[in-house]
């Protein structure tokens, strides 16, 4: 980075998710006048999740676009600046840290909370696109509560798929899980768990060729899918209340690799009991660095933590002043 260094932070927030705009919170409210780096999806996968019931303090639930839209005015409110840019390059162990933004602008910061979070695989169908959020989920316990009832699909074949199906019974009348092998990448006893359930069925050999739906009232919603058969080609029309996408997710960590220390699934590693990474005043936050949880109230605590490691981290290091 040859650019001359300039817009210099005590902190920077990289991502503005549950995670990141709640670090903002607390390290605005320090008065460390955090930036936050809203990346290519401001507000994280909260923003393509409609009702969201799960978060405390909303009894009657909220919108995700909703929920985060008041984060982020919470953040402001307390001096943390929001800019929707994405940071594309980083030096982190330099000090200060360096991060170049998409529009070639150059930043520094004494210490960088990294809160990019993971993005759930998608089919990648034009129609999938079309129906997030009105009826394709990538978060069974998100949104399985809106299909009590009703018939859903769960698309996948490992541990995740099944632990969506099996918590969506609670709720559907029907699930489906849709695999495109006749063999499983899940555990023996996942898979056992799955079969052993009534409202379990199982569709193998199988891929989501188009999502089917339509427009009631003004909103979208799913009806059904076409199904393709990987070994004969045939196809097969479904009804189905909703789809839910149970393939993995990928931690943002791609501009961080050779700098922070990231586990095989490519999420950053943090020292046992709080949010430090390998590099000092570098420290990491919400789904980015947390492969098992992956839910808005457990982001926020990282974030918060993250914000509190980072004030101790700036105190205990002389930049307070």
Not at 211 to 238: F, P, Q
Request: charged share 30%; net charge negative.
């Amino acid at each position: 980075m040859s650019e001359e260094k300039k817009n210099h932070s005590k902190v920077i927030v990289i991502g503005s998710g549950p995670a990141g705009l709640t670090a903002a919170i607390y390290a605005a409210r320090a008065e460390f006048e955090p930036i936050v780096f809203e990346g290519m999806e401001p507000g994280g996968q909260l923003t393509i999740t409609t009702e969201v019931e799960n978060y405390p303090g909303f009894d009657k639930g909220i919108q995700g676009p909703e929920l985060m839209d008041t984060m982020r005015r919470q953040a402001e409110k307390f001096g943390a600046k929001t800019m929707f840019k994405e940071v594309v390059e980083v030096d982190l162990k330099a000090q200060p840290k360096v991060l170049k933004t998409d529009d070639g602008e150059v930043y520094t910061a004494d210490a960088v909370i990294v809160a990019t979070g993971a993005s759930a695989r998608f089919l990648g169908i034009e129609s999938e696109a079309e129906y997030k959020g009105h009826g394709v989920s990538a978060c069974a316990t998100c949104d399985g509560f809106f299909y009590k009832g009703l018939k859903v699909i769960v698309v996948g074949g490992g541990d995740s798929a099944m632990e969506e199906a099996n918590y969506l019974t609670k709720f559907a009348s029907e699930v489906t899980i849709v695999h495109r092998r006749d063999e499983f990448r899940a555990s023996k006893i996942m898979v056992e768990r799955a079969k052993k359930n009534p409202k379990i069925k199982f569709k193998l050999n199988k891929v989501i060729k188009e999502i089917l739906g339509e427009e009631k009232m003004g909103a979208k919603m799913v009806t059904g899918a076409i199904l393709e058969d990987t070994k004969t080609g045939e196809t097969e029309k479904v009804d189905v209340d909703g789809i839910f996408i149970a393939i993995g997710h990928d931690p943002n960590t791609k501009i961080f690799k050779g700098q922070l220390e990231l586990d095989d699934k490519g999420y950053i590693i943090t020292e046992k009991g709080s949010t430090k990474t390998n590099i000092e005043g570098v420290f990491a936050a919400g789904d980015v660095a947390d492969s098992v949880y992956q839910q808005a109230v457990t982001a926020a605590g990282t974030g918060c933590m993250a914000a509190l490691d980072a004030q101790n981290w700036l105190l205990e290091n002389g930049y307070d002043d």
